[in-house]
């Protein structure tokens, strides 16, 4: 079992920016990949950016090319989403993952979640 929590969520307003974090417990030892997804109410939970634990590979969704860094930290067992130029179109309950075997970065891969944290993002 591996538990996740997130924090940082919370209101911006259009250009203005936001750090998630996510700590991760439990059976941790074998992690191959972490990332954030993000769901805006009336569409499909979305991959918005990843991470692979031991060497650092990132990924991220088009639409925030640029704007979103993620990162994480091996020793505190942390990843973070660093979120700057936020936009309206960015609110959504944001969402930490836990990605076990090594493949690609789909949704069904990722097999612990955290309990989600809101953005909302303010024109």
């Known amino acids: 079992q591996v538990q996740l929590v997130e924090s940082g969520g919370g209101s911006v307003q259009a250009g203005g920016s936001l750090r998630l974090s996510c700590v991760a417990s439990?059976?941790?030892?074998?992690?191959?990949?972490m990332g954030w997804f993000r769901q805006a109410p009336g569409k499909e939970r979305e991959l918005v950016s990843g991470?692979?634990?031991?060497?650092?590979?990132?990924y991220y969704a088009d639409a925030v090319k640029g704007r979103f860094t993620i990162s994480r930290d091996k020793d505190k067992k942390t990843v973070a989403l660093q979120m700057n130029s936020l936009k309206p179109e960015d609110t959504a309950a944001y969402y930490c993952?836990?990605?076990?075997?090594?493949?690609?970065?789909?949704?069904?891969?990722?097999?612990?979640w955290g309990q989600g944290t809101q953005v909302i993002v303010s024109s």
């Open positions: 439990g059976r941790t030892f074998s992690t191959y990949a």
């Open positions: 993952a836990h990605m076990k075997a090594p493949g690609a970065l789909v949704i069904n891969a990722f097999d612990y």
């Open positions: 991470i692979t634990w031991n060497y650092g590979s990132t």
